[in-house]
């Protein structure tokens, strides 16, 4: 097969394609497609050849969707990087991702120098030696690649919460069956335009792009990371563009929320990276949002489960059934299925479940068992199938040998009127093995023994955390997941 974009120009080459909310400019199929040959002879021109790894250092803007689809025009590897990464970060995850070019913009050209050791291309004028300016680079001919579904195409990294993140190998087969699952349950409208302020560095982010080349329909960019993202910028842009379709992070939706209401062209609201708390679904159902509440990961090419709205409505904390193609097992610690409403680890199977970890046999060989993929994370299936995800295997708590739910512990105190986010993890602790830690976003008059005589009404006395800190706002990823390190790291500093 031909990349999804060539196929997408022959078929409806007059169709809306791609359109930046930044600069109003909207591309048609068959513009955007040209505008891909020309980059991607571009990037031959630079010497880079089918199966090359090619690096991307942008965030989320109109360059980075060309440079996606040139590279699977080439028969490249696309390796999207994150912006936010420290110089030595970004060293470690450019040499283990065996690049053989990297493209950066202005806002990233010194990192991309300081860090890489391979050719650094820009998509912006340049006036540094090490850089070349890809507009001034002659164009190649070259021979649009053919793919099968197996090939390789994409190299990720994993949201990295807790240690060093590991690379994950997806193919065109994982990104084809992933649009497929996702428009059986989300629909398909010619019309859809699909607003994607998600980084591309991040599946969640990279995902609409894909599928929006493969459905026909279009995808609108908007915001950046450099200045995070913006409420006011995101709606207008839903509005003023007839958005049908977003794609957020529980923090997004709630500042969304906060700023005014959505408007009423949007059919649904795609929520993931990071569990939806009861009182944002709640807000959603009182104020007619079609919230659909997603469990996915990296190494499934996104979603897994997705709840429809009437579904999260009605089971406020679920992420409903899982999708078309994909098998769902939850299983013991010994490796068997248990029965629904039993909690075990979540283990996947299907077409969108990645091929392997780059170069790292012994992690892929650990992560997959005769039931398929061993996600890490905990949860049970009810009687109709709807999937609850309750935590992480690696962020159980075991103190003075009992065992303490870290989600269960965060849902009591997020039900506190003045707390606004928590974090639950596990310290060190020389009397206990651990102890339970707690980082809670509140208001300024709430302290730690008033929390606590909370906790003592609601929790088991193992269970009430005996170290707390408050902060501003939680860590995460770019993806919205709480970095769990960091956690622990601000508690050893500042923890009561």
């Given at each position: 097969m031909n990349d999804v974009l060539a196929y997408r120009a022959r078929a409806t080459p007059d169709a809306t394609a791609m359109i930046d909310a930044g600069s109003s400019r909207e591309w048609s199929y068959a513009e955007l497609d040209a505008a891909v040959d020309r980059t991607a002879g571009r990037l031959a021109g630079l010497g880079i050849e089918p199966g090359d790894h090619l690096g991307?250092?942008?965030?989320?803007?109109?360059?980075?969707?060309?440079?996606?689809?040139?590279?699977?025009?080439l028969?490249?590897?696309?390796?999207?990087?994150?912006t936010r990464l420290a110089t030595s970060e970004l060293e470690d995850r450019i040499e283990r991702a065996d690049l053989a070019g990297l493209v950066c913009g202005t806002d990233t050209e010194a990192s991309a120098v300081m860090a890489s050791e391979v050719p650094v291309a820009s998509v912006n004028a340049t006036e540094q030696a090490d850089v070349t300016a890809l507009a001034d680079v002659e164009t190649v001919g070259f021979e649009p690649a053919t793919w099968s579904r197996d090939d390789p195409c994409l190299l990720l990294a994993t949201s990295g919460t807790t240690g060093r993140p590991k690379l994950v190998v997806l193919t065109i087969g994982n990104l084809l069956?992933?649009?497929?699952?996702?428009?059986?349950?989300?629909?398909?409208?010619?019309?859809?335009?699909?607003?994607?302020?998600?980084?591309?560095?991040?599946?969640?982010?990279?995902a609409p792009i894909v599928r929006s080349a493969l459905y026909g329909?279009?995808?609108v960019i908007v915001g950046g990371d450099e200045t995070g993202f913006d409420a006011a910028t995101a709606r207008q842009a839903l509005a003023e563009y007839g958005c049908t379709g977003v794609s957020l992070v529980p923090t997004m939706l709630r500042r969304l929320l906060d700023d005014g209401d959505l408007p009423d062209s949007l059919r649904f609201v795609l929520l993931g990276g990071a569990p939806a708390s009861t009182d944002l679904i709640e807000r959603c159902a009182r104020r007619n949002v079609p919230v659909h509440p997603t469990y996915g990961m990296t190494e499934t090419a996104s979603q897994v489960a997705t709840g429809r709205p009437e579904t999260a409505f009605a089971h406020p904390g679920t992420v409903?059934?899982?999708?078309?193609?994909t098998d769902l097992a939850v299983v013991n610690p010994d490796g068997n299925r248990v029965e629904r409403g039993e909690t075990g680890e979540l283990v996947v199977s299907g077409p969108t479940v990645f091929a392997g970890y780059y170069n790292d046999l012994d992690a892929t060989a650990a992560a997959f068992s005769e039931h398929g993929f061993h996600t890490g994370d905990i949860g049970y299936r009810d009687a109709e199938g709807r999937l609850w995800v309750t935590g992480r295997l690696d962020e159980r708590i075991v103190t003075g040998g009992e065992n303490v739910d870290p989600e269960a512990v965060a849902n009591v105190l997020r039900d506190h009127p003045a707390v606004d986010g928590a974090a639950i993890v596990g310290l060190n602790d020389p009397e206990w093995g651990e102890r339970v830690g707690a980082l809670v976003v509140a208001g300024e008059d709430l302290d730690g023994e008033t929390l606590r005589a909370y906790c003592r009404e609601r929790l088991a006395g193992f269970e009430i955390p005996r170290t707390i800190g408050f902060a501003a706002a939680l860590p995460r990823t770019a993806s919205g997941t709480v970095k769990r390190d960091a956690v622990r790291e601000t508690l050893r500093e500042r923890g009561e």
């Open positions: 991307c250092l942008l965030d989320t803007r109109a360059a980075a969707v060309r440079l996606l689809h040139a590279a699977l025009r028969g490249c590897v696309f390796v999207p990087l994150n069956a992933s649009a497929v699952a996702s428009a059986f349950r989300l629909g398909l409208d010619p019309d859809d335009r699909w607003l994607s302020p998600l980084s591309i560095y991040h599946m969640g982010g990279l329909t279009a995808v409903g059934q899982a999708l078309l193609g």
